[in-house]
């Protein structure tokens, strides 16, 4: 079992940055590939990045490529996903995902997610 909790989000002007943070439990956090998806008001689950369990094979979507970047640390259990040159299309509640395969989480089909945390971009 794993649990995660996510952070970092926030109010932020087009153009800025922010850093969310996943922190998972338990001792098996390497054995998991790591993602973020978001949901934005009104529409359905899109994946945003997703990195492997030791390897540093990522993944984006086409819409963040160039501008987030996705990382672990395995030693902390947490994932990041640093986001820059923040759109008002950006705004939407990140959730942070964990399978044990990367292509699942870029499926949208993991078997663990945390609560989310809400980003705002303003224009």
């Known amino acids: 079992q794993v649990q995660l909790v996510e952070s970092g989000g926030g109010l932020v002007q087009a153009g800025g940055s922010l850093r969310l943070s996943c922190a998972a439990s338990?001792?098996?956090?390497?054995?998991?590939?790591m993602g973020w998806f978001r949901r934005a008001p009104g529409k359905g689950r899109e994946f945003v990045a997703a990195?492997?369990?030791?390897?540093?094979?990522?993944s984006y979507a086409d819409s963040v490529k160039g501008r987030f970047t996705i990382s672990r640390d395995n030693a902390k259990n947490t994932v990041y996903l640093q986001m820059n040159s923040l759109k008002p299309e950006d705004t939407a509640v990140y959730y942070c995902?964990?399978?044990?395969?990367?292509?699942?989480?870029?499926?949208?089909?993991?078997?663990?997610w945390g609560q989310g945390t809400q980003v705002t971009v303003s224009s």
């Open positions: 338990g001792r098996t956090f390497s054995r998991y590939a």
């Open positions: 990195v492997s369990r030791s390897l540093p094979n990522t």
């Open positions: 995902a964990a399978d044990e395969l990367l292509s699942r989480l870029q499926l949208l089909r993991f078997e663990f």
